[in-house]
């Protein structure tokens, strides 16, 4: 069975970004919100995330990892300057 959710105290400017998102999605406020909710819905939380990110295992090691962002990067600017 659907749910009514209601949001209270938002402020005008808020309103007026969200009243903008939705007409350029061809959409209402309640629709676009609607949308929104499903999607962080279905989204993890962030510990679910890291949890799950700390059980995967790579090939590559750390050292390895920082060794390529400092290739990507290039060299430390001179601190004496």
């Known amino acids: 069975m659907p749910k009514t959710v209601q949001i209270r105290d938002i402020d005008d ?5 969200l009243q ?11 629709e676009l919100l609607r949308r929104e ?13 890291l949890a799950r990110t700390r059980r995967r ?11 390529a962002l400092d290739e990507i ?3 430390w600017p001179d601190g004496d300057n």
């Open 13 to 17: 400017n808020t309103y007026a970004a």
């Open 20 to 30: 903008h998102h939705a007409a350029a999605a061809g959409t209402s406020v309640p």
């Open 37 to 49: 909710a499903t999607r962080l819905a279905a989204r993890p939380t962030v510990e679910e995330w």
């Open 57 to 67: 295992t790579s090939a590559i090691s750390p050292a390895e990892t920082i060794a």
């Open 73 to 75: 990067r290039g060299p």
